[in-house]
């Protein structure tokens, strides 16, 4: 797919509705509220998966995240989305379950604000975790109760949507 397009991404008004597209970095510095998605994958004992992001990420570099993040491309469903984006950024396919929406606004750096009607999903990894390090410096698994604890003592660790996607993806996933 050509490079301009895919950084191309879908503005939405509250309801979620498609009210335009536009490019990434756009979106990005003048805090349009855009469809997103955040994945939280989980393990057979109930931990969840973290990455750091990589540290020239253009916002929120090193920062810990939830397992998987993106925006749907314009055309493409948010679910296909998340399994593609899962797939290049992990190496790993998921079911993904809808766990719910929130949006959030937050400035991401010196210049950019995240304005996302973010969309939940959750899963359970399968497979061997290969991250691209372009995208992801480091994974982690941990207790739902160890990241609710650091998040609240140490929140500059962490990614200004991870506690929402937390929220969620538990209350959803039976995880909490």
Partial sequence: MDRAIRDDIVLVDPEDRAIGVAPKRTVHLLGLRHRAFSILLRDDIGRVLLQRRAADKYHSGGLWANSCCGHP????????????????????HATLNHAGTFTYRAV???????????????????????????????????????????LRANPHRYAPWLQDVLRIGALADGLD
């Fill in 73 to 92: 491309q314009p055309g493409e469903t948010t679910p296909d989305a998340a399994a593609r984006r899962l797939h290049e950024e992990l190496g790993v």
């Fill in 108 to 150: 991401v750096g010196e210049t950019m604000i995240e304005h996302e009607l973010d969309h939940v999903f959750v899963g359970t990894a399968a497979g061997e975790i290969v991250p691209d390090p372009k995208e992801i410096s480091a994974i982690a698994w941990t207790s739902v109760d160890e990241l609710a604890a650091d």
